[in-house]
């Protein structure tokens, strides 16, 4: 079965750091994947998304995520946090077969931003 | 503007009460989703309609109905079943047909239980 898997539950980043979220998922053919981020008491905001072509895809607010299909990962990077990205963030594919089109979520990392 | 707008944002139900969470969108989509949020859970998908009069569970649809009467509507009724109620929904919409659609998510309603 498809899977999606976020391994951190929760990062702490200096403002201006540098951000890696990560993100593997399972899946048997070329994925259709999803970047998205959820402000406290918000609904989900779509980041960035990669369907096919060039593998490093650029996204809103400054965040890139690169496509590894031989580490089956799409991590979530950023190269200077501010204070305003602490949020939590999700990764997603999107489902095959019957349910075509549906998106399976990972559990989410929450990020925090230390001054 | 168009979007997906979800009412109300705070519901509080009573033990052994049906209550509806509203999801309306004017972005044209023709299919919409309903998902749980708990902490550390993720999203899991409770239903789901690809076109009018025509909706698909989820895979956690017990305790829990739907309808598709118009294309901008997908109510979720939270039935008096569904024993652990207490979460945040989340009301999606997205193109239908083929693959990859890119959803795109309402504001969210709070329920809790009194």
């Known amino acids: 079965a498809q899977s999606v898997t976020q391994p951190d539950i929760h990062i702490t980043v200096s403002e201006g750091a540098s951000l890696e979220l990560r993100c593997n998922y399972s899946y048997g053919a070329t994925p259709y994947l999803f970047w998205y981020v959820q402000s406290p008491g918000q609904g989900l905001q779509l980041l960035l998304k990669?369907?096919?072509?060039?593998?490093l895809v650029q996204g809103i607010k400054g965040f890139e995520a690169e496509f590894k299909r031989s580490q089956s990962s799409f991590n979530l990077r950023k190269p200077s946090v501010h204070w305003s990205d602490a949020a939590e963030y999700f990764c997603?594919?999107?489902?095959?077969?019957?349910?075509?089109?549906?998106?399976?979520f990972g559990k989410g990392t929450k990020l925090s931003v230390k001054p | 503007d168009g979007g997906i707008t979800q009412s109300p944002k705070y519901l509080f139900r009573k033990e052994g009460q049906n209550v509806t969470l509203s999801c309306e969108q004017n972005l044209n989509h023709d299919a919409m989703y309903w998902y749980r949020q708990d902490p550390g859970q993720g999203l899991r998908l409770i239903y789901y309609?690809?076109?009018?009069?025509?909706?698909q569970k989820g895979d956690i649809a017990e305790g829990y109905s739907v309808s598709r009467e118009k294309k901008e509507s997908f109510p979720l009724t939270v039935t008096s079943a569904q024993k652990n109620p207490t979460a945040f929904y989340l009301c999606?919409?997205?193109?239908?047909?083929?693959?990859?659609?890119?959803?795109?998510f309402g504001p969210g309603t709070r329920l809790l239980v009194l």
């Open positions: 990669y369907f096919s072509g060039d593998t």
């Open positions: 309609s690809q076109i009018v009069n025509d909706f």
């Open positions: 997603a594919v999107a489902a095959y077969g019957g349910s075509q089109g549906n998106l399976i």
């Open positions: 999606a919409s997205s193109i239908a047909g083929g693959s990859p659609k890119t959803q795109y």
